[in-house]
């Protein structure tokens, strides 16, 4: 499968100043967000994104809203983290994410370049600075990278997950290893945008 094989994933190191736009879902140890394939269709579903331990990390609603093309996306709570407006007028395939007032918090976008399927791009919380990720690999084939562009791999996907506990799985179950210190919330919403734009390829 060339480089991105079916070997051991490589040891993900914490991230330092912490990576994301939520300070608070960076937490100090490496996190499995388990994902289902076409969960997070525009479809209008709700469903969570949960932890290797069966754990809510955010929630995705669509039912009460006029148009298909927005989720919105909250804490296990309820409380409303952004919302996810899916572009309609744009070259290539493009979600924004937006807080209640309408401000834009990170895009994703697909790209055409060889090797990297889709970009996001952030303003990071604790250095103001503007930070690109890209995946890199088959996001749903099998294995693939989150790298932060110029920098380390902040995040692994994968087909199979050892040791998993209170979490039924399947063939069309995926995980999503995060390094320590990246903000769980925002890998989260990469992967539900990841996972429409590969929807809609079919």
Known sequence: MGFFGSSAPAQLHPVNPPLGVFPNYCVNHPTTLVLKEKAFSFSGDNFSVKDQNGVPVVKCSGKALSFKDRKVITDANGRVLFHI???LIAIHKTFVGEDDAGNEIFRIRKRMAIG???QATFRNHSTGQETTIDLRGDFWGGS????????PTVAQITRQMMNMR?????????????????????????????????????
């Open 85 to 87: 407006r899916n572009k």
């Open 116 to 118: 990297t399927k889709m």
């Open 144 to 151: 693939g990278d989150l790298t932060v562009e110029g920098g």
């Open 166 to 202: 209170e979490v039924f799985t399947d063939n069309q179950t995926y995980f999503v290893t995060v390094a320590p210190g990246v903000d769980l919330a925002l890998m989260a919403a990469i992967c539900i945008c990841f996972d429409e734009a590969k929807n809609e390829d079919k």
